[in-house]
């Protein structure tokens, strides 16, 4: 059993830079401006031989009402509750604050193991503030720079003693089996890797600001892990959750809203936007959340079709459902204007929800996990090939420049997505039409509606292989016992 540990101190003191040092990845956001990082992340944190749960928290501010900050500062005390280590950060440039006084109060009475670290404190500049932080009354300070990598081994040499009292009292209290645990997962007879506790199902919420996916993820959670409200664009980096929802093991991520590209001018919402863009490069299941209101928006077309292109199975979720009023009618809308405007998420789940009430989750959940499964389908190449006969006699290829293109055999190289391969004659004369047609036909007939197919066209050529080979010569041996003749 490893410890938690929760940084936490003033806004813009370095944070989220430790944060990123201890994972050994960018994972945060990192930026001049105080206020970036909002949300509670946590990552797994390598420190020499110490392995540790690090979570990074939004700035401590002099607020406590129901404002952004207050609601911010909340969820900063509730990681100090979690942790089992508390990391107080200063600026030692800086030096101690009033604020830094109240929250090292807070601490003192909250947590049960406080270390004050004074950061940013290379050079001769900073002596001053690591002096200062000896008033706080939490110890004696460690002097680091997350930036440079400064002071490492001081922080090691503080987390050394927690680390072994953690180990030892979890060894203690781990109980006795003798049963052998495989966490590499099962597979079904197709073939699709089950999710495990080891390797969770990737999930990635996308959609336009305000859609509703924080309070979307908090419903499943069953808790308030993730910062909500009325004000647009509060999710900043991608965050990720583990969980297990109704048996089924699943990493989750938040995603920051997406704007258009014309919209999006700052530095800090750029970089939110890469995050969600990246989140959704590994995730493996991506629910694409409307709003009920003004669902299909040019910029919702475009995030459904950037999950496509990238290849993820896509589940298109249509929230705030609870305050429609005709609901068969506007379901009805929603059906025709899903199939007119992403034809390439030809029978992807479309599933209403309301992240406020709860309602409709077994349905999404229902639709996540039937489209990881199609996502991992393989089809046998001896029931692909029949499928080829029948298509090629009820609908055979046209014959550009009078020569007809010629399909001879079918594999599927590849899952995830499913990626088949035909071996013809003249593929670069293949109609797009034809191709799409074969698309469609697999979709319907394997079961696999929604999920990105890639077909790939590959040349097969007419000439018989042995045909430009020479015949081989008689061997020199027969010929020189021919010439000698009889002895």
């Not at 089992?84 to 049960?112: H, N, P, Q, S």
């Amino acid at each position: 059993m490893s410890f938690t540990l929760a940084i936490v101190g003033r806004p813009n003191v370095g944070k989220s830079t430790l944060f990123n040092r201890l994972v050994g990845k960018r994972l945060a956001l990192v930026d001049d401006q105080p206020g970036v990082t909002r949300d509670l992340r946590e990552g797994d944190a390598r420190l020499a031989d110490l392995r540790f749960t690090v979570i990074d928290t939004a700035g401590l501010e002099d607020a406590t009402d129901d404002s952004l900050e207050g609601r911010m500062r909340k969820l900063t005390e509730r990681a100090v509750g979690m942790a089992d280590v508390c990391l107080f950060l200063i600026d030692a440039r800086a030096g101690v604050t009033a604020l830094d006084e109240m929250f090292a109060e807070i601490l003192r009475k909250r947590a049960d193991h406080v270390f004050v670290a004074a950061n940013k404190s290379e050079g001769s500049a900073a002596d001053a503030g690591v002096l200062e932080a000896y008033s706080l009354g939490l110890g004696e300070p460690i002097r680091l720079s997350a930036e440079h990598g400064e002071g490492m081994h001081d922080l090691y040499t503080a987390l050394l003693p927690l680390a072994d009292g953690y180990a030892e009292r979890a060894e203690a209290e781990a109980p006795e089996v003798d049963v052998a645990v495989d966490e590499d997962g099962e597979a079904d007879p197709e073939g699709v890797r089950k999710p495990t506790k080891a390797r969770p199902l990737q999930v990635a919420v996308v959609g336009r600001p305000n859609a509703g996916k924080s309070t979307l993820i908090n419903k499943i959670l069953g808790e308030d892990r993730l910062l909500t409200g009325p004000e647009a664009g509060i999710t900043r980096d991608a965050i990720s959750v583990r969980m297990d929802w109704d048996g089924l093991p699943m990493r989750i991520f938040d995603t920051a809203g997406m704007r258009k590209k014309a919209k999006v001018q700052e530095k800090l919402e750029k970089l939110s936007v890469s995050d969600g863009l990246r989140a959704v490069k590994f995730a493996e299941v991506v629910v694409v959340l409307l709003d009920a209101a003004i669902p299909f928006e040019q910029q919702d077309l475009r995030i459904a079709d950037l999950a496509e292109r990238e290849g993820r199975a896509v589940v298109v979720a249509v929230n705030k459902w609870d305050i429609e009023d005709d609901k068969q009618g506007k379901l009805r809308d929603l059906r025709e204007a899903f199939e007119r405007l992403l034809p390439q998420l030809r029978g992807a789940p479309l599933v209403t929800v309301s992240a406020k009430t709860g309602k409709g989750l077994d349905r999404l959940h229902a639709a996540v996990e039937k489209a990881y499964d199609v996502w991992n389908r393989r089809v046998s190449t001896a029931r692909l090939n029949r499928w080829l006969t029948g298509v090629l006699e009820a609908h055979p290829p046209p014959a550009p420049g009078g020569r007809r293109i010629k399909l001879r055999y079918m594999t599927q190289a590849k899952t995830r997505p499913p990626g088949f391969v035909v071996m013809c004659s003249h593929p670069d004369k293949m109609p797009a039409s034809y191709s799409r047609y074969l698309v469609n036909g697999l979709r319907e007939d394997f079961d696999m509606p929604g999920t990105p197919i890639r077909l790939t066209l590959r040349s097969q050529s007419d000439k018989n292989p042995y045909k430009a080979k020479k015949k081989a010569g008689p061997s020199k041996l027969r010929k020189h016992i021919k010439g000698r003749g009889p002895s």
